[in-house]
């Protein structure tokens, strides 16, 4: 990688996806206020607090396999990003309220990320997985359904985030 340069976001098209059937944009309209820039403390950030972790694999990868991929995702407790006084937060923890595993899952087609059939998405509050795996740096497939992840398509996606989140009380 030239020096200077930071990487890109290694998964926007899965963000994306998580984020259009939560009707996530940017207009006035628009309930979510954004997606995650590079820095963002997490992936996609609703008007009204909801904080949404986006994790991604895949079975088949660019280079030559003996087997399919396993679905390991990164969990890990990280310190985010604070915009408004441009320092990190002084402590590492999951910066948000629901995780989406996503998992391109193509069998013998040809693997089309943009074909939406071909994922699924696996919703788990992160309350839940705080619980569960405080420390955690990765997570498996298995663990996730154990834990109780709803799994649905593209098309039951938002309304699956809606319900793993837990809003803040109103005062």
């Given at each position: 990688m030239p020096r200077g340069r930071r990487p890109s976001s290694p998964k926007p098209l899965e963000k994306t996806a998580v984020a259009r059937p939560t009707h996530l944009g940017s207009g006035s309209a628009s309930?979510?206020?954004?997606?995650?820039?590079?820095?963002?403390a997490c992936?996609?950030?609703?008007?009204d607090?909801?904080?949404?972790?986006?994790?991604?694999?895949?079975?088949?990868?660019?280079?030559n396999q003996a087997a399919p991929s396993k679905a390991i995702f990164t969990i890990r407790p990280s310190?985010?990003?604070?915009?408004?006084?441009?320092?990190y937060v002084p402590a590492a923890e999951r910066n948000s309220d629901v995780f989406v595993f996503c998992q391109l899952v193509v069998g013998d087609q040809v693997p089309?990320?943009?074909?939406?059939a071909q994922w699924r998405f696996f919703v788990l509050p992160t309350a839940g997985l705080n619980e569960r795996a405080p420390?955690?740096?990765?997570?498996?497939?298995?663990?996730?359904?154990r834990w109780g992840a709803v799994e649905v398509g593209w098309?039951?996606?938002?309304?699956?985030?809606?319900?793993?989140?837990?809003?803040?009380?109103?005062?």
């Open positions: 309930p979510y206020s954004s997606a995650r820039n590079g820095w963002g992936d996609v950030l609703s008007k607090g909801m904080r949404v972790e986006v994790k991604s694999t895949c079975e088949v990868q660019t280079w310190r985010g990003w604070n915009a408004d006084d441009g320092c089309d990320p943009l074909e939406l420390k955690a740096r990765t997570v498996g497939l298995a663990a996730i359904r098309e039951g996606l938002g309304e699956a985030v809606r319900k793993a989140w837990a809003p803040p009380p109103r005062p």
